[in-house]
C-alpha cells in the first residue's frame, strides 16, 4: 500500500527556516516522481517543486527558487524540503505527492499524480 507522511511543518518568523520531510512506505521512492504542493484556502494547490525519478533532477517554481531546495534519501525512502528566507506568503498546507509515471516536463502539475500524503501546515508570521 503507498503511503506518504509528511511532517515538519509550524511556525516560523520571516527570514526563517524550516525542512519537511515526506516518508514514503510501500514503494521504492526511487523509482517515483515526487513533487511538494501547497495549498492555502480558496486557491488551487499550486506545485512548488519535484524531482525526477532515477535521476533525481529538480526543479522549482518561480516563487522559490533560490529559497527552497528538495531531495531525496533513496535509504530512507525520504523525500526533503529545505525552505530558507521564508516569506508570509508561503503560509499554506504542504503536501507530497508520488507516481511512477510522471514526466519530468509535468512534474510540477498536480494532475500528474495519484498518490497524496494527508498535508503539513506551514506558517510564516511574526
Known amino acids: 500500500q503507498v503511503q506518504l507522511v509528511e511532517s515538519g511543518g509550524g511556525l516560523v518568523q520571516p527570514g526563517g527556516s524550516l525542512r519537511l520531510s515526506c516518508a514514503a512506505s510501500g514503494f521504492t521512492l526511487d523509482y517515483y516522481s515526487i513533487g511538494w504542493f501547497r495549498q492555502v484556502p480558496g486557491k488551487e494547490r499550486e506545485g512548488v517543486s519535484c524531482?525526477?525519478?532515477?535521476?533525481?533532477?529538480?526543479q522549482y517554481a518561480d516563487s522559490v527558487k533560490g529559497r527552497f531546495t528538495m531531495s531525496r534519501d533513496n535509504a530512507k525512502n525520504t523525500v526533503y524540503l529545505q525552505m530558507n528566507s521564508l516569506k508570509p506568503e508561503d503560509t499554506a498546507v504542504y503536501y507530497c505527492?508520488?507516481?511512477?509515471?510522471?514526466?519530468?516536463?509535468?512534474?510540477?502539475?498536480?494532475?500528474?499524480?495519484?498518490?497524496w500524503g494527508q498535508g503539513t501546515q506551514v506558517t510564516v508570521s511574526s
Open positions: 524531482i525526477n525519478s532515477g535521476d533525481g533532477i529538480t
Open positions: 505527492a508520488a507516481d511512477p509515471t510522471t514526466l519530468f516536463s509535468l512534474c510540477v502539475l498536480s494532475t500528474e499524480y495519484d498518490y
